[in-house]
């Protein structure tokens, strides 16, 4: 049994948790998810969710949860266990529950041992001269949207392109491909919701069978054609793996694939959306950062405190356990609401202002076991974008705040309309 400091926790009227839901999902929560946020907060550390459950709003019981051996991300096992088990039977669901953000140990130690760390500073500093000329490309594209009709919308031209170009540089996925893999990925990523309806598991269902067709004909061609890309020397090191069982290294290497590139993309891509959004639209901030390239890094952390871009993570109790103050029983799942966690004013004070020089704490790329694997990489990709936007654009402006997807676990940034 383990139990969380003084926090508490709060039985909740179920009217009240869906009324904030849905205004989380609203155009106006995903404008500004902040009031949401604080409203959950104020309801409790725990929040007893609809469907059973809990919502998880406070900084330190959220990373318990995040890091703690006894709270487990919810895996086949679990699935089946549940009353509505068939809801898991989904296409697109089972496909996800093989990655690693849904493996809990020894199978996802093992994998993520063999995986070692994919970015470590050696990695990111050979990808830095490829990010950078990326970035280059793609803010000349922006420059002449800019110079031909005055205004140009930068999720689209530049932030939702960076990370496809740069991960499918990285793997060595032909250019071509680039508009298919984005497309499907936003539309599987329905399936991966609190509450799915019919219709958007039908859609993930679709986008998941042309995702296992694409990345099943990549790894064949590349295997039949190797090279010295990191997809190549996967496919060497599983072959070998499972030097008898082709099917096995197969499934290994199309989990990966699959999930390294869906991950690294609308996530990053709404980071640098949102980053721009922030730091361009006070003149006197970018101003600061033009003068100061050191606080840099200090300012896209506070951007991933200040606006996750993934609103939750599910996970469940591997026992009866106490969480902020309440019996928490086992199979028992808990969401952890990442922007309510980094709000909390008792572990950032004046959490509601955006200060570039603040170095505060944030659960953004999770922790402990699951902590992000492209952590590093969606940094580096924003420093660069960052950088070379400051110098190349002094008087880049946002038109009119960003749009978002009406989503309640991955939060996509679909368009920024910017000027000059």
Same mark, same amino acid.
């Given at each position: ?155 689209? %031209? ?15 996925? +032909? ?13 599987? /990523?329905?399936?991966?919701?609190? %509450? +799915? ?43 070998? /793996? ?40 006070? =003149? ?8 100061? +390239? ?56 004046? =959490?509601? /202002? ?18 992000? %694997? ?37 939060r996509r940034a679909t368009s920024l309309k910017v000027t000059t």
């Amino acid at each position: 049994m383990t139990a969380v400091g003084d926090i508490r926790g709060t039985t909740t009227d179920r009217r009240t948790v869906i009324s904030l839901l849905r205004r989380l999902r609203s155009p106006e929560g995903q404008a500004n998810p902040l009031p949401v946020w604080n409203d959950l907060r104020a309801l409790g550390d725990l929040v007893a969710a609809p469907w059973g459950g809990f919502f998880v709003t406070g900084f330190e019981a959220c990373s318990q949860v995040l890091r703690g051996r006894n709270w487990l991300t919810p895996d086949f096992d679990w699935q089946e266990r549940r009353p509505d088990a068939e809801r898991w039977h989904a296409p697109a669901t089972q496909e996800m529950t093989r990655t690693l953000s849904r493996l809990n140990a020894p199978i996802h130690t093992s994998q993520r041992r063999a995986l070692g760390n994919l970015f470590d500073r050696r990695t990111l500093e050979d990808m830095e001269p490829q990010v950078t000329a990326h970035v280059t490309r793609l803010l000349d594209h922006l420059d002449e949207e800019l110079r031909t009709r005055g205004e140009a919308d930068f999720a689209g %031209l530049v932030s939702e392109q960076l990370p496809i170009h740069t991960v499918g540089g990285w793997l060595a996925i +032909p250019e071509e491909h680039y508009r298919h893999v984005l497309s499907f990925t936003h539309r599987q /990523v329905h399936a991966q919701e609190l %509450l +799915p309806t019919k219709s958007e598991l039908a859609v993930s269902a679709e986008a998941t069978l042309e995702m296992r067709a694409f990345f099943t004909r990549l790894i064949s061609e590349r295997r039949a054609h190797p090279g010295s890309d990191v997809l190549s020397d996967w496919i060497r090191y599983w072959d070998v /793996v499972h030097a008898d069982d082709r099917a096995a290294a197969d499934r290994m290497l199309y989990d990966l694939t699959m999930f390294i590139t869906i991950a690294s993309l609308e996530t990053t891509a709404t980071l640098l959306t949102n980053a721009v959004w922030f730091l361009t639209g006070e =003149p006197a901030r970018a101003a600061r950062l033009r003068r100061h +390239p050191e606080y840099l890094d200090d300012a896209v952390d506070e951007v991933l405190r200040y606006d996750p871009p993934i609103h939750l993570n599910s996970r469940f109790a591997a026992e009866d356990t106490v969480l902020a103050g309440v019996p928490v029983p086992k199979d028992t799942t808990v969401h952890v609401l990442y922007g309510a966690a980094n709000h909390d004013p008792r572990r950032n004070a004046e =959490p509601h /202002v955006f200060d570039i020089r603040r170095r505060g704490s944030h659960l953004t790329f999770g922790g402990g076991a699951h902590y992000c %694997l492209g952590a590093g990489l969606a940094r580096l990709e924003a420093r660069v974008l960052l950088t070379e936007v400051l110098r190349r654009f002094p008087t880049l402006r946002p038109i009119e705040p960003p749009a978002y997807a009406p989503r309640m676990v991955f939060r996509r940034a679909t368009s920024l309309k910017v000027t000059t």
